[in-house]
């Protein structure tokens, strides 16, 4: 039998939730071109298209609470948290208790007691609201929304797989969102636009970005927040948070920052050009990922908790699809070790 490492070209699943065209540079949110749908719509009309039914912001249950508030003085960190949050949940806590996990636990690890959502506030407003405790700009929340819509759901990357997997044990949707969280806290899926904007810091200014940038490469250092295993054109999430960034910045935030992004950006894609000529290593969705949060005043520690409270409804939504197949997840391996 023929061993692909990674599953790399396996078909595992048919699915009507998002598709990933990496040589076209395309993808598709429940029929709808990503590009379309992210700067539009709010999160909650995005996620009712993949769950098929609503989603709030949700207080905690006391029990999960108090999880919280038993691990914060050990500063565990937050994507731990949520891990361990998380399965201290009921399904019908799910999506909308995440946001308000990561936002709580934020305020408990810098010694402010959590703020409840708001009923009058969306999604994406009541977790920035949650977070610093007073109602947000709009056009902050336009940005958020439009990150959220953008990374709720990629096809059969390694967490939705691991929710997938899970599900097609028939086990519960807390189980199954719960792996999918212990998927995503590794560095090869989740850990990435931090460094992408660490980058950018340490270049500081456009005209140092050739210098920093061709040294990086000449090391065999890798530029964060740029190619991706699927995408061999543009990663198209990149365009959209590219546009949502600059709008935030211009009516809200700091336009020399953004200005400098955009200024390594486009060095870093020539001297890749020049150095890998070939690779079609194009600006991926991290890039802009870290440049939009960072403007939206979040710390890296809260990047990937951000990107899960998006996520979560496309893990949910895969999980229940996979249920219905009512058929496990079961491949192969090759055995490979001594025989005696």
């Keep these: ?45 995005v996620a009712r298209l993949l769950l098929e039914r609503d ?48 936002a709580g636990y934020w305020r408990l690890l810098h010694g402010r007691e959590p703020v409840a959502p708001r009923a009058d506030l969306g999604y994406a407003a009541n977790y920035l609201y949650m977070l610093n405790g007073v109602e947000p700009h709009a056009e902050l929340v336009r940005g958020l929304e439009t ?4 990374v709720v ?27 999918a969280v212990g998927a995503l806290k590794g560095p090869l899926h989740g850990g990435a636009p931090g460094p992408a904007l660490d980058m950018v810091f340490e270049i500081g200014d456009a005209s140092r970005a050739e210098e920093v940038l061709r040294r990086k490469i000449e090391s065999g250092e890798r530029l964060m927040g740029f190619g991706h295993r699927v995408y061999k054109v543009r990663d198209p999430r990149a365009d959209v948070l590219a546009a949502a960034a600059e709008r935030m910045f211009t009516r809200a935030g700091d336009m020399h920052l953004y200005d400098l992004a955009r200024a390594v950006e486009q060095t870093a894609l020539r001297l890749l050009e020049e150095y890998k000529p070939g690779r079609r290593l194009q600006t991926n969705v991290e890039f802009y990922t870290a440049l939009l949060l960072h403007g939206l005043g979040l710390e890296v520690p809260l990047f990937t908790p951000t990107f899960a409270i998006s996520r979560v ?6 999980a229940l699809e996979q249920r219905r197949t009512g058929r496990i997840i079961r491949p192969q391996s090759v055995y490979v070790g001594d025989r005696r």
Excluded at 81 to 95: C, K, N, V
Excluded at 147 to 150: A, I, P, W
Excluded at 313 to 318: F, K, L, V
Aim: with cysteine; net charge negative; hydrophobic share 45%.
């Design 1 to 45: 039998m023929k061993v692909h490492d990674g599953l790399e070209g396996i078909v595992a699943a048919e699915t009507r939730l998002s598709s990933v065209d990496g040589e076209r540079g395309e993808l598709l949110i429940a029929g709808y071109p990503v590009e379309e749908l992210a700067p539009r719509c709010s999160f909650e009309e």
């Design 55 to 102: 989603i709030r912001a949700a207080a905690l249950p006391p029990h999960s609470e108090l999880l919280l508030r038993s691990i914060a003085g050990k500063q565990i960190p937050v994507i731990d948290a949520l891990r361990m949050a998380a399965g201290t949940l009921s399904e019908g806590d799910l999506p909308g208790a995440f946001q308000t996990i990561v």
């Design 147 to 150: 990150y959220l819509n953008t």
């Design 153 to 179: 759901d990629h096809g059969l990357n390694a967490s939705t797989f691991t929710a997938r997997v899970i599900a097609s044990t028939g086990s519960d949707l807390v189980s199954a969102v719960t792996g």
């Design 313 to 318: 409804a496309g893990w949910m939504a895969h």
